[in-house]
């Protein structure tokens, strides 16, 4: 049997506060929901559910613009895909933005086993990138993302590398017992430096005995720092990577 995959996307149309990065998005203000319509319109398995976009919205954001364009777009993604476009404010990062987005689908009910849970300016190296992360998503694993901190006990004091995927029954779960599907502190974006963020927002899942692992044991993946426009690769550099960023040219491959 097929499993079946939410697609999870966040987006944040503010300035970067890099002007070389913004000199990457050359596309203007829907450069990066662009490539993630390039990439869904081409998908070629039928295991997608349902894609949800979050939009953590600013002051200088126009709602009826946005809701526009993706509306002039959902017409390139399959008629058999159900799309959901949701409007929230900027806080608690892109893991506010899954946590809606989560908690949207499980009041609404879907067929999906998963949410693979991405940042707009990340996205699958190729078609079969997400395969892996299913495949380690199991049992007491919950979430298998792109760099996970609890599998890395010398791990350096850096940013989590959070794309990937979730398990959507530990989050019906974690709901159930919490009323959220992540752990969201009160407040704006009070949390722990770096790293250690990753484990916060998971706090609930650990806490009822679930996992958090990655896919470094035979896989890799990119990040991009945005203060240096420097590349950083997670795992093996000889290895196919599973998760680049979008303005990285060599990739996506699709």
Not at 74 to 96: A, C, M, P, Q, W
Not at 145 to 153: A, K, L, Y
Not at 181 to 198: C, F, T
Request: hydrophobic share 30%.
């Amino acid at each position: 049997m097929v499993s079946k995959v939410n697609y999870l996307v966040t987006f944040y149309f503010g300035s970067r506060n890099n002007q070389d990065y913004n000199n990457e998005i050359e596309g203007g203000k829907f450069f990066f929901p662009e490539k993630h319509f390039e990439f869904l319109e081409k998908y070629s398995y039928n295991n997608i559910e349902k894609v949800i976009f979050v939009i953590n919205m600013t002051m200088n954001d126009n709602q009826e613009e946005i809701e526009n364009y993706f509306k002039e777009n959902s017409n390139r993604i399959s008629d058999d895909v159900e799309i959901k476009l949701l409007f929230r404010d900027n806080t608690h990062f892109s893991y506010g933005g899954w946590s809606d987005g989560i908690l949207d689908d499980l009041e609404e009910g879907s067929n999906a086993d998963y949410y693979l849970c991405m940042e707009e300016d990340y996205i699958l190296a190729d078609q079969d990138s997400i395969f892996p992360m299913i495949e380690r998503c199991k049992g007491d694993v919950a979430y298998v993302c792109s760099h996970s901190v609890n599998d890395h006990p010398n791990h350096i004091d850096h940013a989590s590398h959070p794309q990937g995927i979730i398990s959507r029954d530990s989050c019906q779960k974690v709901y159930e017992k919490f009323g959220s599907p992540l752990y969201m502190i009160d407040g704006n974006n009070d949390y722990p430096h770096a790293w250690k963020i990753q484990e916060t927002y998971f706090k609930y899942h650990l806490e009822l005995g679930y996992k958090i692992t990655d896919y470094l044991d035979e896989y890799s993946s990119d990040f991009l720092d945005t203060g240096s426009m420097s590349i950083r690769t997670f795992g093996d550099k000889d290895t196919k990577r599973l998760v680049v960023p979008i303005t990285f040219k060599e990739y996506p491959s699709y």
